[in-house]
């Protein structure tokens, strides 16, 4: 009982990272319709950028994180200016592939930086642990649960609360209407790549002390951010977070219980499972006609 | 307050208006009507911004459209409620209404003042101010769509066929709530392929074949016009 725990807390940490980089794939691909292949090494990026600021620049993590999470706003925002603007008017494939040339130049560009030698970023809450019901927990596991919860929170507040977010929920929905309605929607379109940056760069904070920071795992973080969107719904927030926990939960209770060389089997076959049977996912998409 | 000069529009190579030439005055219900086709829907796209001009000019309180993107004419008071209304479906009627103006809102101008106008006019809405805009019926997505409009506190009013898929009944009532609003002062220029409940409501027309200007006049004289019977009116 103490091992179930145990494994359940790391399972919806690891999860909490993979809602966060579905969610910044669901913003991005509600509000502009580009399936983001990089998103994975967005979050690679977030993983590193904190290793820049606190392993490189040596700083102490509530300046390292905010400075890392302000290089991700910027480079969601540089995104947007050279990938996406330049090539918004063209079909929509092209930007997709931009997006894979984006993702494999990361990857490159930090072998380059940062050497193939995995880094080990320091959690602030290193070698801290609670106990429940005879189960060791590190604290940083339920800080990255506890942090996503609020996260989460916000995000729905920003969605539904603010100008900013009615429109950018507008702008998803039909972006001739938005115009017409005075709506910035270039701005808004930046702001859901920012967004998306900063997610993901959380999302890489987050993981860097459960992982090791290595410069290829984007691509096992894009892989199973998709299945956690196709498990929830294409499209849908609640579902980018059902599925992500999901997915992550399955990870670690699979890896321990089964065995670790399966431990990938049960997320992307419940991945193919979906596709077969419910292609919509858990929550499905309301909206069909994106007009 | 509003006139198109010498007005071509062109998709590709297909010329959807052929030098228009349309006037409207401040305080007038002006009607555009025509077959499907005609180029009703293109003219008032590119009033909004929303199509390229090919050659002539649109000119709004004796300035130059042109060099305007569509996001800043609604500023100016331009507000359009599009063909098919394009209500936003996954947002609340209240958020629907909200948004029109959000962007550039000061605090002093108090939303719930302009909410309040909209649901006087249309108190179905303000009963279903909580719903999503999918779940409305046609006439209230309408509704909506009209309200949205007026919340931008717009100079014009642009009105692309508001009974269109709606119900007789229904139609008529649009259409009594677009006279109010007309009565209220505001400039309205409205498309329409119902062209009874259009000339019923407006002081002057214009009809539009083929993407030309081949009539106008004060409604009434529309009304009488032996081509306007019996080409749009059926008698």
């Known amino acids: 009982?103490?091992?179930?725990?145990?494994?359940?807390?790391?399972?919806?940490?690891?999860?909490?990272?993979?809602?966060?980089?579905?969610?910044?794939?669901?913003?991005?691909?509600?509000?502009?319709?580009?399936?983001?292949?990089?998103?994975?090494?967005?979050?690679?990026?977030?993983?590193?950028?904190?290793?820049?600021?606190?392993?490189?620049?040596?700083?102490?993590?509530?300046?390292?994180?905010?400075?890392?999470?302000?290089?991700?706003?910027?480079?969601?925002?540089?995104?947007?200016?050279?990938?996406?603007?330049?090539l918004r008017s063209s079909p929509v494939v092209t930007i997709i592939i931009g997006t894979v040339a984006v993702g494999i130049a990361l990857?490159?560009?930090?072998?380059?930086?940062?050497?193939?030698?995995?880094?080990?970023?320091?959690?602030?809450?290193?070698?801290?642990?609670?106990?429940?019901a005879g189960a060791v927990i590190t604290v940083h596991a339920v800080a990255v649960v506890v942090g996503t919860g609020i996260l989460i929170g916000l995000l729905?507040?920003?969605?539904?609360?603010?100008?900013?977010?009615?429109?950018?929920?507008?702008?998803?929905?039909?972006?001739?209407?938005?115009?017409?309605?005075?709506?910035?929607?270039?701005?808004?379109?930046?702001?859901?790549?920012?967004?998306?940056?900063?997610?993901?760069?959380?999302?890489?904070?987050?993981?860097?002390?459960?992982?090791?920071?290595?410069?290829?795992?984007?691509?096992?973080?894009?892989?199973?951010?998709?299945?956690?969107?196709?498990?929830?719904g294409f499209g849908s927030l609640p579902g980018a977070i059902a599925g992500g926990l999901f997915v992550g939960l399955t990870e670690v209770l699979g890896a321990s219980y089964l065995s670790s060389a399966y431990k990938d089997l049960i997320a992307f076959g419940a991945m193919i499972a979906f596709l077969l049977v419910r292609p919509q996912g858990i929550f499905g998409e309301r909206i069909q006609d994106r007009g | 307050m509003l006139t198109c000069n010498d007005l071509t529009v062109a998709y590709g190579d297909i010329v959807a208006l052929h030098g228009v030439n349309i006037t409207v005055k401040a305080g007038e219900t002006v009607a555009l009507i025509g077959a499907n086709g005609a180029g009703k829907t293109t003219l008032l796209q590119t009033i909004s911004g929303l199509n390229k001009v090919k050659s002539g000019d649109i000119v709004f309180e004796s300035s130059s459209l042109a060099t305007i993107p569509s996001e800043r004419r609604v500023r100016l008071g331009i507000a359009h409620a599009p063909e098919g209304r394009r209500?936003?479906?996954?947002?609340?009627?209240?958020?629907?209404?909200?948004?029109?103006?959000?962007?550039?809102?000061?605090?002093s101008q108090s939303i719930a003042d302009d909410l309040g106008r909209v649901f006087d006019l249309f108190p179905r809405l303000k009963e279903r101010r909580r719903q999503l805009g999918w779940s409305l019926s046609g006439?209230?997505?309408?509704?909506?769509?009209?309200?949205?409009?007026?919340?931008?506190?717009?100079?014009?009013?642009?009105?692309?066929?508001?009974?269109?898929?709606?119900?007789?009944?229904?139609?008529?009532?649009?259409?009594e709530r677009v006279k109010l609003i007309g009565e209220a002062g505001m400039t309205i220029l409205v498309v329409e392929q119902n062209t009874v409940l259009a000339l019923a409501v407006a002081n002057r027309g214009y009809?539009?074949?083929?993407?030309?200007?081949?009539?106008?006049g004060a409604a009434k004289d529309l009304k009488q016009n032996s081509r306007v019977r019996e080409a749009y009116l059926g008698r």
Not at chain 1, 192 to 203: D, E, Q
Not at chain 2, 87 to 105: C, D, K, M, Q, Y
Not at chain 2, 207 to 216: Q, S
């Open chain 2, 87 to 107: 209500i936003f479906p996954g947002l609340t009627v209240e958020e629907n209404l909200s948004l029109a103006t959000a962007p550039w809102r000061r605090w």
């Open chain 1, 156 to 232: 729905w507040l920003l969605l539904h609360r603010t100008t900013i977010g009615i429109g950018m929920r507008a702008v998803a929905q039909d972006v001739k209407a938005a115009r017409l309605m005075g709506l910035r929607v270039n701005g808004l379109l930046a702001f859901s790549w920012v967004l998306a940056a900063l997610l993901a760069g959380i999302a890489g904070l987050m993981l860097g002390p459960m992982w090791f920071a290595d410069v290829n795992m984007g691509d096992p973080i894009a892989l199973k951010a998709f299945a956690a969107t196709i498990i929830g």
């Open chain 1, 107 to 132: 990857q490159n560009a930090a072998q380059l930086t940062f050497g193939s030698w995995p880094f080990r970023l320091q959690s602030p809450f290193e070698g801290m642990t609670i106990e429940i």
């Open chain 1, 1 to 86: 009982m103490a091992d179930f725990i145990q494994l359940s807390i790391n399972g919806l940490a690891l999860g909490s990272v993979y809602a966060l980089a579905a969610i910044g794939f669901v913003i991005v691909y509600s509000a502009t319709g580009v399936v983001n292949f990089a998103s994975g090494q967005f979050v690679m990026l977030g993983t590193f950028a904190g290793v820049a600021m606190l392993i490189n620049g040596g700083l102490p993590w509530p300046v390292g994180y905010v400075g890392a999470l302000a290089a991700m706003a910027l480079f969601g925002a540089l995104f947007f200016l050279v990938v996406y603007l330049p």
């Open chain 2, 139 to 175: 006439g209230e997505q309408q509704m909506l769509a009209i309200g949205r409009a007026l919340m931008a506190r717009p100079r014009i009013l642009l009105l692309d066929e508001p009974s269109l898929g709606l119900a007789p009944r229904l139609a008529e009532e649009v259409y």
């Open chain 2, 207 to 216: 009809v539009l074949e083929t993407g030309r200007v081949v009539l106008e």
